[in-house]
Every structure is written in C-alpha cells, then in structure tokens.
C-alpha cells in the first residue's frame, strides 16, 4: 500500500511532511489495534532508494513468518528530467 501526498517542493516542506506522515501513518495503524511492537519504520539504503528520492522508508508488520511491508513512505524531493543531465 502507498500513499502519495504532493507539496511545493521546498527542502524543510519535504522533511516536514515526510516526518508528519511517519508519524501518522503509525499512529494509524496502532489505532486500529495493531500492536506497536509488531510494527517498524526500515529506512531504505541509497542505493534502494529511487534515483529521484530524498529518504524512503517502509512501515513493516511482525508477522508469524518474519517482517513484512505494509506501506511505503517516500520523500520524492523536487526531481525533474533536467536533474538526469
């Protein structure tokens, strides 16, 4: 599951926004009656990551069969196709 939030491309934007929707997104899933220790953001590496994403991270679930993703989180900066050149 993924859910896409845009907002004018500024840096301290991105990292607020990226934080607040961590924060969020947690506090969604505990309200539902998933327990917080079953659950944990793993920040993607660099070179996970898309070539056009500032930080990415996943919430995972505990489950019986290991951890799992449930939902990615990314902050896609202000990319655009003249930044490949």
Do not use: C, N, V
């Not at 993924?2 to 500024?10: D, G, H, Q």
């Not at 997104?25 to 079953?38: E, F, N, P, V």
């Amino acid at each position: 599951m993924e859910l896409e939030y845009f907002i004018k491309p500024t840096e301290e934007e991105g990292e607020k926004w990226f934080s607040y929707w961590k924060e969020q997104r947690m506090k969604w899933y505990t309200s539902l009656g998933i327990q917080a220790d079953h659950l944990r953001f793993r920040d993607h590496k660099d070179d996970e990551r898309a070539h056009y994403a500032k930080k990415a991270t996943d919430i995972e679930y505990h489950a019986p069969f290991g951890w799992s993703e449930f939902e990615g989180i990314h902050h896609r900066g202000d990319w655009t196709s003249e930044d490949i050149h």
